[in-house]
C-alpha cells in the first residue's frame, strides 16, 4: 500500500478519530538503516535505569521492566499518526528527581512519582482534547518561560557535579567524553568538516552512540568502572516484583494531598514538555520543506493525546521519572537529516521514526546489548543531563524579550534549581509584577536579541 503514495499526498493509513493509524510493511515501508541504528541506540533508553535505581531503590531487572513498558509505548506515536521519535522529557529530569526525594523513600516515594506523573498525564491529555495547549502557554509570561527552562538547565548540569553527584564518581570519562560529544554536537569546525565529508557526517548521524561506545572503554581505563560481561540470550525484566511493590497494585492509591502537591513541579514540567513540542513541529516542517512528495501532518493537539496516554498509562504500570515525552531531539535530527536526503534515502518519514523505535525495542530484548552498556549508564546518563543543559540554557534564554525578562529568569532559575518549582513560581509572579505591573503577561520588548538580526539584515542590503 506505501508504494501507491502519490506525490504530494500523506502516506496511506486507516483514519481512527484524531488519529491515523500506520502499520508497518503495509502503511510505511520498513526502514532497515534507521532500525540497525535503534539496536544500538537503545543503550540511551537504558540509561534511566539508574535514575530509577537512585530514586526508588529498585533492583535493575525491575528498573528495565520499566524501560521496557516505555519502550513499547513509544510505538504509539508514528503507528497513531505522530512524526517524530519520542522520548524523556530530559531538561525536567532533575525537578521529578528533587521533588519526589523530598518523600521518605519507599512507598511514599513511589506515590509521589506516581500521583506527579498521572497529573501531567491528565493534564496533556485535557490540553489535547480541548485544543487549549498553545494558549495555555501563551498564557505564561516570558520571563517566567525562560525561567523555568533555565533552571531545568541549571538543575541538570548541578545534579552531575553537586558533591556524591556522577562526575566525582566518573571525572576521567565525563570529562573527556562531555568533550568529545559537545564537539561532535555544538562545534562550528565540526559542522564544516561533516559538510565536506561523507565519514564524519556517518558519526554524526550516530548522535551520541560514539560517545557511549567510547565510555565504555575509558571508564576501565581510568578504573572508574568494570569491563562489560558481555552475557547471551534475552534480558530479563522482572514485571511481578515491579507491580507488586512499585505499583498503586501493591501499594494501593496516594493520599489526594499528593496530587495537589506536585501541581507547581507538573506545571514547571510542562512548560519545558512545550518547548519539545514546538521543537518536533519546527524539524517536522524543515524535513517537509525538503520533502514535497510527501504532505506530513503534524497536529499537537494529537502529539498531546499520545504523550498524556503514555504517561497515564506508566503512571500506573511503572511510574518512571523520566517521564514520557513527545520528543527526543537528537535522534528526529538524525532521522529528519536522512529524510532530506531524498525518497531513494527514505521513503517516508513515518519509516524512519517507526523502525528506529522498532529497532531501540528489539536492543531492549538483547542481552548482549543490555549488559555492553549496563557499566557505563551513569556515565550515559550524565552526558545527555549535560548535553541537555546545554540546550535548555540556550532555548531559556531566547524565550526572553528583554534585558529585565533575563534578570528575572535568572532568578527564576536559580530558585528554580535550589528550592523547586513552587518556589520558583511563586518569585517569577511577584517579581513580574513588581517589575512590569498592569503588562505583567505582556511584558516588554526593548529588541536585546533582536539587534544582530537586524545588523545582518542591513549588511545584506548594503551588500
Known amino acids: 500500500m506505501w508504494k501507491n503514495r502519490r506525490h504530494g499526498q500523506e502516506s496511506p493509513y486507516i483514519p481512527l478519530g484524531p488519529f491515523k493509524l500506520r502499520l508497518p510493511f503495509i502503511h510505511y515501508k520498513f526502514e532497515w538503516p534507521d532500525y540497525v541504528q535503534g539496536l544500538l541506540m537503545c543503550a540511551v533508553d537504558l540509561a534511566a535505569i539508574p535514575l530509577m535505581i537512585e530514586l526508588l531503590g529498585m533492583p535493575f531487572e525491575v528498573a528495565l521492566a520499566v524501560v521496557m513498558l516505555n519502550g513499547v509505548l513509544y510505538l504509539l506515536h508514528?503507528?497513531?499518526?505522530?512524526?517524530?521519535?519520542?522520548?524523556?522529557?530530559?531538561?525536567?529530569?532533575?525537578?521529578?528527581?528533587?521533588?519526589?526525594?523530598?518523600?521518605?523513600?519507599?512507598?511514599?516515594?513511589?506515590?509521589?512519582?506516581?500521583?506527579?506523573?498521572?497529573?501531567?498525564?491528565?493534564?496533556?491529555?485535557?490540553?489535547?482534547?480541548?485544543?487549549?495547549a498553545s494558549r495555555v502557554v501563551t498564557l505564561v509570561p516570558p520571563a517566567i518561560k525562560s525561567g523555568v527552562i533555565l533552571g531545568a538547565g541549571f538543575a541538570a548540569v548541578i545534579s552531575v557535579f553537586q558533591v556524591g553527584?556522577?562526575?566525582?564518581?566518573?571525572?576521567?570519562?565525563?570529562?573527556?567524553?562531555?568533550?568529545i560529544a559537545f564537539y561532535l554536537i555544538f562545534s562550528k569546525h565540526f559542522s564544516t568538516?561533516?559538510?565536506?565529508?561523507?565519514?564524519?557526517m556517518f558519526i554524526s548521524n550516530l548522535g551520541i552512540f560514539p560517545i557511549i561506545l567510547l565510555a565504555v572503554i575509558l571508564a576501565p581505563i581510568f578504573g572508574e568502572a568494570t569491563w562489560p560481561q558481555i552475557e547471551w540470550g534475552f534480558s530479563k525484566p522482572d514485571f511481578v516484583t515491579l507491580w507488586n511493590e512499585y505499583t498503586v497494585f501493591g501499594?494501593?492509591?496516594p493520599p489526594f494531598m499528593m496530587f495537589i502537591s506536585a501541581i507547581p513541579t507538573v506545571l514547571a514540567t510542562y512548560i519545558v514538555l512545550f518547548g519539545d513540542v514546538l521543537q518536533s513541529r519546527a524539524l517536522v516542517q524543515e524535513g517537509e520543506r525538503s520533502r514535497p512528495d510527501e504532505k506530513i501532518d503534524y497536529n499537537p493537539n494529537r502529539a498531546h493525546l499520545i504523550f498524556g496516554s503514555r504517561n497515564t498509562v506508566m503512571s500506573i504500570l511503572g511510574p518512571d521519572v523520566t517521564m514520557a515525552g513527545p520528543l527526543w531531539a537528537a535522534m528526529q535530527v538524525v532521522v529528519v537529516q536522512r529524510y532530506k536526503e531524498g525518497k531513494k534515502a527514505m521513503n517516508s518519514i513515518f519509516g524512519g521514526s517507526g523502525s528506529f523505535r522498532w529497532g531501540t525495542n528489539t536492543g531492549l530484548l538483547l542481552l548482549p546489548i543490555v549488559s555492553l552498556v549496563k557499566p557505563i549508564l551513569g556515565i550515559a546518563l550524565a552526558l545527555t543531563l549535560l548535553i541537555q543543559g546545554y540546550v535548555s540554557v540556550k532555548i531559556g534564554i531566547l524565550e526572553s524579550r528583554s534585558q529585565r525578562d533575563l534578570g528575572i529568569a535568572g532568578i527564576i532559575g536559580a530558585v528554580l534549581a535550589t528550592k523547586g518549582a513552587t518556589w520558583a513560581f511563586a518569585v517569577g509572579i511577584l517579581l513580574c509584577l513588581l517589575i512590569y505591573g498592569k503588562d505583567f503577561f505582556k511584558g516588554e520588548n526593548d529588541q536585546t536579541f533582536t539587534k544582530d538580526i537586524e545588523l545582518e539584515h542591513k549588511i545584506e542590503k548594503i551588500s
Not at 193 to 200: G, T
Request: proline share 9%; with cysteine; glycine share 12%.
Open 165 to 179: 553527584g556522577r562526575f566525582e564518581t566518573f571525572p576521567w570519562t565525563i570529562s573527556i567524553a562531555i568533550g
Open 78 to 132: 508514528h503507528l497513531l499518526g505522530d512524526p517524530v521519535v519520542p522520548g524523556w522529557i530530559t531538561p525536567a529530569i532533575p525537578l521529578i528527581m528533587a521533588y519526589c526525594s523530598a518523600f521518605p523513600e519507599g512507598p511514599e516515594r513511589v506515590h509521589a512519582l506516581f500521583s506527579f506523573q498521572l497529573t501531567l498525564g491528565i493534564l496533556a491529555l485535557l490540553l489535547g482534547m480541548t485544543g487549549m
Open 251 to 253: 501499594l494501593g492509591l
Open 193 to 200: 568538516l561533516k559538510a565536506k565529508n561523507r565519514a564524519w
